[in-house]
């Protein structure tokens, strides 16, 4: 119940901060207020709201903590799975993308995704079955080939919001089923083979572009540092396009 007042406290006092009426005691708390205020919010709007979405942006400042305008994002548009976005709200950060220049990327091309650690996804190991999906390579190579394929119209490049699936060096389609990320099937009808490309200026998919990979279920795929899972895992845990959502998709 405390951390619930105090969490109440800092979103009614969250006016005050923006319009600098209240001196926050330092950076990290007057960006844990902000987060926390906005948090709230969009708690309350994916519940009680029937807009499609919403979107909620903090006031850029002078603060480093603030050189990445974090936003709440919820929207009640249904995901595969039967799932509402709109139950948990997606934190975004806006990241700096360079300008495309590379060529279009369209269905059936081989592509290589690149994750936040430098690492490219290939590799498939496991214990007990070889099909979770790792990222640990170093260098473009046919160990790291993916193919993608379009759901739609495959004769149009693909663009932001389309829905693809990635073929793994393997010949199987990648995965995503709760938090895991694997490689079992091939199976080009299958709903856990579908990831949506989200690229945050939106437009056409060029190669080198920055995109995030989301499941069927609504979060996105991330990587570790590789300090905390030197084995290259990558994983499908948060409704968050932060920095360890970034990936880059090459050819």
Known sequence: KGSVARLASSSERLPELINGKMAPRSASGFRLC??????????????????????????????????????????????????????????????????????????????Y???????????????????WVKARGTKKDKEHALTIEKIGDKDEPIQNGDTVMFVMPTGVHLDVLGSAVRARYYDPRGQWQR???????????????????????GEYMDANPLERAPDGEVKARWRDEGEWQVMWIEK
Do not use: C
């Open 34 to 111: 902000l987060v926390a205020g906005l948090a709230l919010v969009a708690w309350k709007q994916a519940w009680h709201s029937n807009d499609d979405a919403q979107t909620f942006l903090v006031p850029t400042t002078g603060s480093k903590a603030m050189s990445n305008i974090v936003g709440v994002k919820t929207t009640n548009q249904p995901l595969a799975g039967g799932l509402t976005p709109g139950d948990r709200p997606t934190f975004v950060i806006r990241h700096a993308a360079k300008k495309s220049s590379g060529d279009p990327i369209k269905h059936g091309d081989t592509v």
């Open 195 to 217: 990831i949506t490309i989200v690229k945050q200026d939106g437009g056409p998919i060029y190669a080198g572009d920055q995109i995030f990979l989301r499941g069927h279920q």
């Open 113 to 131: 995704i690149k994750v936040m650690t430098g690492r490219y996804v290939g590799e498939i190991d496991g214990t007990t079955k070889l099909e």
